[in-house]
């Protein structure tokens, strides 16, 4: 078999040309590659045109069920008292939701579910502002979903994720399995992760337990990939 020859410019260009790809194809597999951790990507302040939630920034409230608030565009579920409108303790805004919970086994909650593109990388950002905490303090407690009501199981979320990712939707950040305790202090929930090849739909949720008082301001998911 002969041994062909790459000519350019009429040229023989053998060893030359090869070393050439080999570096083209190095390259590429750089820029294809990704950092080891996500949270490394360069991003701006996410803007309200960009989000997926609906009054993510805690302004719009409705009064519900006599004298309580509910906040517009977030789950009706029965919040048993523990969901309060806040104009004290703001991050930005006229407003904050407040969650506390005065009895054990109650637990406070704000809940919303988007649409969202199978594999597409979502980031999730919020403020919170731990006042009081105390027990298990407060953590996000989000689900993936397939169908509109079906949650895809966290032994399921689990082949997809290892430990220390499935704690940014199950926890208080990448291996963190609950909001820092740090009083009185507003601090930043900023991270992405990438929606598995089988979820349609996004449940972004918030949890305070029992003893912990939580503030939560400015929320965010964006679809990256839109």
């Known amino acids: 078999m002969k041994k062909k020859i790459l000519l350019v410019n009429g040229s023989p260009r053998g060893d030359g040309m090869k070393n050439t790809i080999i570096v083209w194809i190095y390259m590429l597999l750089l820029l294809s590659c990704s950092t080891e951790n996500p949270q490394d990507e360069e991003l701006g302040a996410p803007m309200q045109v960009m989000n997926l939630l609906r009054n993510g920034n805690c302004e719009e409230w409705e009064i519900f069920s006599g004298r309580s608030y509910y906040l517009d565009g977030w789950s009706m579920k029965e919040n048993n008292g523990t969901l309060f409108k806040e104009n004290k303790i703001v991050y930005e ?29 979502l980031r999730l950002f919020f403020r919170y502002y731990m006042e009081y905490v105390s027990g298990n303090g407060a953590r996000t407690y989000c689900f993936f979903r397939e169908s509109s009501s079906s949650n895809i199981p966290a032994d399921v979320l689990e082949t ?8 940014i939707i199950r926890g208080g950040g990448y291996g963190l399995p609950r ?36 503030y939560i301001d400015d929320c965010y998911v964006i679809d990256l990939d839109m």
């Not at 086994?105 to 990388?121: E, Y």
């Not at 997809?160 to 704690?167: E, G, P, V």
Request: with cysteine; aromatic share 18%.
């Open 93 to 121: 805004g006229k407003y904050a939701a407040k969650l506390c919970t005065t009895r054990s086994g109650i637990t406070a909650f704000i809940s919303q579910k988007v649409d969202i593109h199978p594999g597409h990388r």
């Open 160 to 167: 997809f994720y290892d430990d220390k990712t499935l704690n």
């Open 179 to 214: 909001f820092s305790s740090e009083n009185r202090v507003w601090k930043t929930f900023d991270y992405i992760i990438t929606a598995p090849a089988i979820a349609n739909y996004f449940v972004f949720e918030i949890r305070g337990y029992f003893g912990t008082t939580i």
